[in-house]
């Protein structure tokens, strides 16, 4: 390939009177490498006589090794740090998760103890074991499917982009999260738009932004001492080429200066808060093209929103 292209090199020369300048690798007498970076002009009176140049590249690959290494680490750190966030995250859905599960366990007993009692019948009443046996497959789906939602958020894979439908991965939140809110008397109502185009990216990091903010807001309003406590999710066409996605709560809300800081990593509110899960959530939605910000609810609480470009 490397005298193919200094062949290519002398025929442009011939052909044109210079050469494009263009790299290759030079081989030294111990067998290292040096990169270099050739070019060649001829003379207009006689296209065997010119200027040619060799510059080696070496010190600039080097650069540039070292900002792919530093790129790498820092996706690296960014993965670890998000996936931290999930996992504490839902750490503190640990009783609501558990309930939610045990629901469906609970349900898969009672029936099977009917299905028992109908079998033990003279004589059996088949169809109504046939009933039961149908909603114990239900309620067996229902809990592999809390368990399946929870494995998705906790394991640690490296990120990857697919085609998926916003509103279908809000909802999985909402299932993941419902629990929680009815604990602090939070009433959860969405407003999904239809007919939303499908977005590209990673759908567990995007539903770990949505975990986050709905989250945020539940512990918000927790801390209400008396009127509404009311969670909205929205999604509508974003005036760009994307999806628009928000988050409202009817807590205390931020101060102006809070709203300001909200996404600087280690600022927070809370008293227990690191302030790393708006940043992380900020990262990832601009990791996707998008864009993250917040703004003071009317009549009081806080508006978390964020736009996600469409499947090109």
């Not at 982009?161 to 991965?169: R, T, W």
């Not at 760009?240 to 205390?252: E, I, K, L, M, T």
């Not at 993250?292 to 090109?312: C, D, I, K």
Request: aromatic fraction near 4%; glycine fraction near 8%; include cysteine.
């Amino acid at each position: 390939m490397a005298l193919e292209r200094d062949e290519r090199a002398l025929a442009e020369i011939a052909a044109t009177g210079r050469a494009q300048p263009f790299e290759k690798e030079y081989i030294r007498k111990d067998g290292s490498r040096v990169p270099v970076m050739l070019g060649a002009t001829a003379s207009e009176a006689s296209r065997k006589e010119g200027v040619a140049f060799v510059l080696d590249l070496s010190e600039r690959k080097h650069a540039e090794e070292k900002v792919r290494e530093s790129e790498q680490r820092y996706r690296a750190v960014q993965t670890e740090l998000a996936h931290a966030s999930r996992v504490a995250t839902l750490g503190q859905l640990t009783a609501s998760i558990a309930h939610e599960v045990r629901q469906p366990v609970g349900a898969t007993v009672t029936n099977a103890q009917a299905a028992l009692r109908w079998l033990g019948a003279q004589p059996p009443n088949l169809q109504e074991v046939r009933q039961a046996l149908t909603r114990i497959v239900k309620d067996g789906d229902r809990a592999s499917q809390v368990v399946g939602r929870i494995h998705g958020f906790i394991k640690k894979t490296p990120s990857r982009k697919e085609a998926f439908e916003i509103n279908a991965s809000i909802l999985e939140v909402i299932a993941l999260t419902g629990g929680e809110a009815v604990k602090h008397g939070i009433s959860v109502r969405t407003q999904l738009a239809e007919g939303l185009p499908v977005i590209q990216g990673d759908r567990i990091q995007l539903q770990q932004v949505i975990l986050n903010l709905m989250m945020n807001a539940v512990e918000a309003m927790s801390g209400v001492p008396e009127g509404p406590r009311e969670l909205l999710i929205s999604t509508d066409k974003a005036e760009s080429d994307g999806v628009f996605v928000a988050v409202r709560d009817s807590g205390p809300g931020l101060s102006p200066a809070s709203l300001e800081r909200a996404f600087e990593a280690f600022y927070t509110t809370k008293s227990g808060g690191l302030g790393m899960g708006l940043s992380i959530c900020r990262s990832i939605i601009e990791a996707h093209g998008g864009r993250l910000w917040s703004m003071a609810n009317e009549p009081r609480g806080a508006v978390f929103q964020f736009t996600v470009p469409y499947l090109q």
